[in-house]
């Protein structure tokens, strides 16, 4: 599913024409690099079905995404994650 999630955002929706990832893309959308880690696949899903049911006025355009497509779309979203520096690494 995350495969075909990250063929439908960059190939056939083309999100990254509106959204950035790891610095790469447009800006009128928010950056969706660390999209795992702030929002949840069930937001997701319901944002997928109706953006502007969710947040009137939003200029998130309305898909008719399959319910195949908005389940790998989130599949996707949800392994966007920034890794912080781990404590653990420690120093040799």
Not at 2 to 7: C, D, F, H, P, S
Not at 16 to 28: N, P, S
Not at 59 to 69: G, K, L, N, S, V
Request: glycine fraction near 10%.
């Amino acid at each position: 599913q995350v495969q075909l999630g990250q063929q439908l955002y960059h190939v056939k929706y083309q999100c990254q024409a509106c959204h950035t990832i790891d610095g790469a893309g447009g800006y009128v959308g928010p950056d969706l690099t660390n999209a795992g880690n702030w929002l949840t696949a069930g937001w997701i899903e319901e944002w997928l079905k109706d953006p502007q049911g969710l947040v009137a006025g939003t200029i998130e355009p309305r898909r008719t995404f399959t319910e195949e497509e908005r389940k790998a779309l989130t599949a996707y979203l949800m392994t966007l994650r920034q890794n912080t520096p781990a404590a653990s690494q420690g120093s040799d």
